[in-house]
């Protein structure tokens, strides 16, 4: 495919999508995807590395968010974002964690969102109590995760954008919470292993000592800084 869709020989997938704010401006946003391969034979959509957005703000100047999705590093990254809006002149992000171990990594919060400012040219992690009131509740307003490949438009419209979230059932995918939700994200904490792989943390608390448990980590080849072991056998 050509053109601002899907290129196979870049492995990028491009698009623009308008974003219509709280107080009802509507705003362009400018997405890109770069791609790896497919994860499986039988995979339809190859894997993403990255994506950068573009937010064009009303007052013509552009802000941009990055986001990576490797899990094979211990860097807190891999989020996708489902609602970005502007109040008194300051941008608001939502997200939330793209699978279990970004959800390990940004500390397993609950409600299982991150929420971000933009202050001083950079992007800034923010609670739930700092985040503007006329925000909590509102929901998914750009499109959320990617389209797929072979059905990619080089633009959508606000209602495109709703069409392509309208079969979101899953709250914290496209509502900011204003409360915990149960079983939040049904997955346990994983402990980086220093080599770009990661681990339940079964593996070292059902250890039957400290001991036994440090030197699981010995055998395992995990770094000291990474090993939890202090942590589960805390005065053992």
Known sequence: MVGSTISACSSTMRWKEEVKLHDGKVIVAKRDYNLA??????????TPLDETVTFNLPN???????????????????????RFDIVDGVPYLATYPAGCIAYSKWGRPNPPQILFKYEGDQWIRITLDELPPELVGTTANVIVGRPASSLL???YTVEGVNEKNHYISTPEYK????????HAWNCGEMIYDGHGGWQGTGFFSEQPSKEACFKYCEREEIPAQYCPCNRFFKGK
């Open 37 to 46: 391969g497919y994860a499986y034979l039988d995979s339809s959509e190859r």
């Open 60 to 82: 013509g100047k552009s802000i941009i968010w990055k986001n990576d999705f490797r899990n094979s590093v211990p860097e807190q990254n891999s989020l996708n974002h489902f």
């Open 153 to 155: 438009k080089s633009f």
């Open 175 to 182: 509502t900011i919470l204003r409360e915990p939700i149960p």
